[in-house]
């Protein structure tokens, strides 16, 4: 059975002191930026690719700088790989391949820009992470040339490997896990808030940004009524084209806050949406890791009942019609099941072991990922209080100054 | 400006350039009705103060609702007499009485208009019902308000109709009615036939007409988008009560964000109850927008009613001429233009000369009559003419007056709407700081 108060082993108290050291590395050592949105056209296709550049110094690097030209795909790739590689770390989301509703178009400005913002900091984030960072799929897709990385990526675990592995995950989720450490019950109680949350943050945010874009289209046919009217107007003529003025620095300010909301919040929104279903995918994948401890160790039980019980009267009778002496049958058959059980004890140590890293990879990103979300969000909003704040007052010291020259 | 058909001495018409020293003398004469009517509204305060609902059996005996108002009058302060405090219910069929009896009385003036009758131009969250309470409220505001420009009217205030329609519950339809206003009336039909062929109107008057139909546009187009844009404002706040629910949800399960989180949802949910307010009062500037907007109804009136004098003007001059060009005719004997008698006396021969004077005597007395009544009716109009511009630059003054205050007011509105949003936004962002 697991227990969660086990020895760690050596390589996981490595890993958990890597956490704690890197919490504010102001030496950083690693810059990368994802810009240059360049169109490509084959017979087949057409594709966007982004210009990846990369300045460091660390030493796993032959250079200081790199640039290459990456397309989505090969996003999605490196995604795969880390996740493949690092379970139950927490990985940065990738904006979405379509968005549904909004932008249909692939090849729309707005469209390619949102991406090109999400996928830096996708990169970026990487970067930041203290075992991430590390990956050689990172390095290869930072450095590589194109024929490069197409090469290393045929490399790896074959098709049917992977489908193996696919396959062990589905029949341990199908088992399900049967002593989930209460930490981790309580983490996948609160991602399922957090998450349920988020997408309510995301979707009201979204309402404002429409019922904004409606309210400046009638602000833009309301201003010029006043015009309109200051044409039949002698006396109050000035004071109407003030007004009318002041409608449309209206317009100015709102359409700027519109801009920025879409800008800053929105997309910060969405990625946590994002985040949220990759935290239940790195949980699952825990669970998934403990569950096949939990099937092996039941599978040893089983063995060793197995073995200790009494020869059955089965055993005897298909010994004997084999032709063996029920003495030789049962020493072979304890044998046999002697060598299984050695055979099932070390591959438990192993799963053990793996279940013990993924937990503390998982704690250690857990909080890691904590710290980020609270400072995206919070800056995020800051930043909305504040533009928010900069349109009234605009607009305030607008009229103000439109009331005691015209009105 | 000269009538063109026929002769010169026929009467002058419209007036279109007063001279100065005519100007000045209007304007005098105006102040001096001023004081002389001393404003109703400076020896009596006159309120609409509340509004109730009944039922009755209406003209076809059916079962109705219908709103009452409180009027309320009292003298302005305790040296003046002559008043006494008092009070009586009128429903809004009785203003509306009261006000066709004024227009059709001094049509020279420009009568101030009723608040609407249904709720026309509105934005969503307003009922368009006529039973809700906000409407009743606001027509009540209306009426009020409609009381104090005829009280305040140089002219208008000395009616003693409207008096009584203040003081007196009993009979006073029925007294209305005796003044037989009704028949004074002019028919619509009447009115429109003469805009279409009156020759020679004053031109201030068609300026002003057009001038009425273009403020009447502008103003529909103008409060139909402001409603629009109520519209949208009010669903722009209303979405963030929704930031105020969820961030307070989310709060309960952060534990270093939790308290920024939940102070914030709580500025959030005042910011979007915040538009309630705001919206209110720039009902109030729409109101005030729609009374001018109904005014032009009232100026175009007072130009239809100058056409038709000056229509009534020209065709009494018309009918003049016609008749002194018989008389020339029958005189000299000469036929100048083709007419059934030229034609007749050709065929069949001249008349004797006792019919050609029995004839000539009738035309003198009808020229007669015809001079008397050019004479009328050009002092009619020329009367018409002086009384009503007097009271359309009041109206214009009184226009630009208002107008100018209602557009200063609605700039202070939005003024203070982005105090509020700046200080809202303000505290969030102090809430999301502690995060």
Redesign the interface.
């Known amino acids: 059975m697991f227990n969660a108060s086990m020895p760690t082993s050596p390589g996981s108290m490595v890993n958990q002191c890597k956490f704690e050291e890197d919490e504010e590395s102001d030496s950083k050592d690693i810059f990368i930026t994802v810009d240059n949105p360049e169109s490509h056209v084959t017979a087949i296709e057409t594709f966007i690719t982004y210009r990846v550049l990369t300045k460091t110094t660390r030493s796993e690097f032959d250079n200081s700088e790199y640039e290459v030209r990456r397309r989505y795909q090969d996003f999605l790739w490196l995604k795969g790989k880390l996740e493949d590689t690092h379970s139950t770390l927490i990985v940065h989301p990738l904006p979405e391949k379509f968005v549904v509703k909004g932008m249909v178009e692939r090849f729309n400005g707005d469209f390619i820009e949102t991406r090109r913002k999400a996928l830096h900091k996708f990169l970026n984030r990487v970067a930041d992470h203290p075992i991430l960072s590390c990956s050689e799929d990172f390095k290869v897709f930072l450095s590589a040339q194109a024929w490069e990385l197409t090469t290393y990526k045929k490399q790896g675990p074959g098709f049917l490997s992977r489908m193996g592995e696919t396959v062990r995950a589905v029949a341990n989720s199908v088992r399900g896990v049967k002593n989930r450490p209460e930490e981790f019950t309580a983490i996948q109680e609160?991602v399922e808030?957090?998450s349920n949350?988020i997408g309510?943050?995301d979707k009201?945010t979204q309402?404002?940004v429409k019922?904004?874009k409606?309210?400046l289209?009638?602000?833009k046919?309301?201003g010029p009524?006043?015009t309109?009217?200051s044409g039949?107007e002698e006396?109050?003529a000035e004071?109407?084209k003030?007004?009318a003025g002041?409608i449309e620095r209206?317009c100015k300010e709102t359409e700027e806050q519109v801009g920025h909301l879409s800008d800053t919040l929105v997309p910060v929104l969405h990625e946590y949406v994002l985040c949220a279903e990759t935290l239940k995918a790195v949980l699952r994948r825990r669970d998934n890791i403990q569950a096949e401890f939990e099937a092996k160790n039941e599978a040893l039980a089983t063995k060793k009942v197995d073995r200790d019980a009494e020869s059955s009267d089965l055993g005897f009778v298909w010994g004997s019609l084999l032709g063996k002496n029920p003495e030789e049958a049962r020493h072979q058959r304890q044998e046999r099941l002697d060598g299984e059980i050695e055979e099932l004890k070390e591959e438990i140590d192993k799963l053990e072991d793996r279940v013990e890293w993924a937990n503390n990879a998982l704690k250690g990103d857990w909080g890691r990922w904590q710290r980020s979300m609270?400072g995206d969000?919070?800056s995020a909003?800051?930043s909305t209080?504040?533009k928010?704040?900069d349109?009234?007052?605009k607009?305030?010291i607008f009229?103000?100054t439109?009331?005691t020259v015209s009105? | 400006m000269m009538a063109d058909s026929g002769p010169k001495e026929v009467a002058v018409i419209g007036n279109t350039e007063l001279t100065s020293a005519e100007l000045d003398n209007n304007i005098k004469n105006t102040m001096v009705e001023i004081e002389k009517g001393t404003s109703l509204l400076r020896k009596m305060e006159i309120s609409v103060a509340e509004a109730e609902k009944r039922t009755g059996k209406n003209t076809v005996n059916m079962q109705e609702i219908y709103t009452v108002y409180l009027i309320e009058t009292r003298p302005v302060d305790a040296l003046t007499e002559g008043i006494t405090p008092d009070s009586l219910w009128r429903r809004y069929s009785e203003f509306e009485l009261l006000r066709n009896y004024l227009l059709v009385t001094y049509p020279f003036v420009v009568v101030a208009p009723l608040p609407e009758k249904r709720a026309e131009i509105v934005w969503h969250k307003l009922s368009a019902d006529n039973m809700d309470p906000d409407f009743v409220e606001r027509r009540r505001v209306g009426l009020e308000n409609f009381l104090h420009r005829v009280a305040s009217h140089p002219v208008l205030c000395n009616d003693n109709i409207f008096y009584i329609f203040l003081t007196e519950d009993k009979d006073w339809k029925e007294m209305v009615y005796e003044t037989g206003f009704q028949a004074k009336a002019d028919s619509r039909l009447k009115a429109v036939n003469a805009a279409f062929r009156v020759k020679n109107p004053d031109g201030r008057f068609t300026e002003l007409k057009h001038y009425s139909d273009e403020l009447q546009t502008v103003l529909s187009q103008l409060l139909r988008v402001r409603a629009r844009v109520a519209d949208r404002l009010y669903g722009v706040y209303k979405v963030h009560g929704n930031y105020g629910r969820v961030f307070s949800e989310w709060s309960a399960i952060e534990k270093e964000m939790g308290d920024g989180l939940q102070s914030a949802g709580h500025h959030m949910d005042a910011y979007a109850a915040s538009v309630d307010d705001i919206l209110e009062e720039e009902e109030h500037y729409a109101d005030q927008l729609k009374e001018y907007l109904f005014y032009t109804d009232a100026l175009r009136a007072v130009c239809r009613k100058h056409e038709l004098t000056q229509f009534e003007l020209e065709m009494v001059a018309l009918d003049l001429a016609c008749k002194k060009q018989q008389k020339e005719e029958l005189v000299t004997g000469t036929v100048r233009t083709f007419s059934l008698k030229g034609m007749t006396s050709k065929l069949f021969g001249q008349e004797t000369a006792e019919q050609r004077e029995a004839k000539l005597q009738v035309l003198e007395q009808q020229l007669k009559e015809g001079e008397e009544a050019v004479k009328e009716k050009n002092t009619e109009s020329d009367e018409f003419v002086k009384t009503a511009w007097v009271d359309i630059e009041r109206f214009k003054d009184q226009k630009d007056r208002d107008l100018k205050e209602a557009l200063i007011s609605y700039a202070v509105m939005q003024i203070s709407m982005c105090k509020k949003g700046i200080q809202v936004w303000t505290n969030a962002k102090e809430c999301f700081n502690k995060m």
Do not use: P
């Open positions: 609160y808030d957090f949350k309510s943050l009201v309402r404002i019922e904004q409606e309210y289209e009638e602000l046919e309301y009524t006043y309109l009217w039949s006396e109050l004071q109407l003030g007004v002041c209206c609270r969000l919070k909003f800051l209080a504040e928010n704040v349109y009234y007052e607009y305030f009229i103000h439109q009331i009105l």
